[in-house]
C-alpha cells in the first residue's frame, strides 16, 4: 500500500490564483482530513469528509472547498490565494476517527506571494 | 471543545525512559486521548491511543490518570530516532464533533 499521497510536495502561487492540491488513500478508509500546520501553532482542520460525497467544515474552512466523489480521493481547491494560506498542509485518512489511528500524508507546502 | 495542554519541550538521554505529560482537565467521558509525534520535515504519525484503562504497543504506553483528567505517554528507551513533537489531542466519538484541537506539543531532544 502506497498509504497517503500528496502531490504537489512545494508549490508557489500569485495571489488570486487558483489551485488543487491533490489527496489519495489506498486503504479504503472512509474519513479524510485536510489540515494546516503554521509556525508557531498546532495543527488545525479545514476540511473532513466522513465518505464519498459526504464534507463538513473544520475550524478553518474559510478560502478552501473540498469535494468526495470518491473513497480515495480528497482533493483541497483554493479558489483565490492569499498569502494569509502560505502553510504546509497535510491530507489525513482513517477507518474511522475517534477510536482509529490516522495515517498523515508527506504534505505541501504552499507559499503564496 | 476541550483542549490538552503539554511542556513546551522535554530532554532525555538515550536508551533511557522518557514520560511525557498531558492534562486535558475538561476532557468528556466520549473523548479518546490520542497521541501523535511528528519528525522533521514530514507529516504526524500516529503513536497510541486510549479512552479508561492504560495501554500498551511496541512504540509506546499510555498510562491514563482515574479520572481520565491527564495522561502520560512513556517511551521505554529514548533513540535518537525518537526526537520529535509530540502531541497529545482528543478525539471525540459524540456526534459530528470533528473539530480536534491539536495544540503546539512538546518538542523531545535526545541526546545521545
Redesign the interface.
Known sequence: NAG?TQTPKFQVLKTGQSMTLQCAQDMNHEYM?W?RQDP??????IH?S?GAGIT?Q??VPNGYNVSRSTTEDFPLRLLSAAPSQTSVY?C?SSTG???Y???????TRLTVT | DAKTTQPNSMESNEEEPVHLPCNHSTISG???I?W?RQLPS?????VI?G?TSNVNNRMASLAIAEDRKSSTLILHRATLRDAAVY?CIL???AG?N????????TSLAVNP
Open positions: 497517503v482530513s489540515y508557531g501553532m498546532g495543527l488545525r482542520l473532513y466522513v463538513d473544520g475550524e497535510f489525513a476517527l475517534a477510536a489511528e490516522q495515517y498523515f500524508g508527506p504534505g | 466520549t473523548d479518546y490520542h501523535y514530514q507529516g504526524p504519525e500516529y491511543h479512552l502531541y478525539n471525540s466519538s459530528n470533528r473539530k480536534l484541537i491539536w495544540g503546539l506539543g
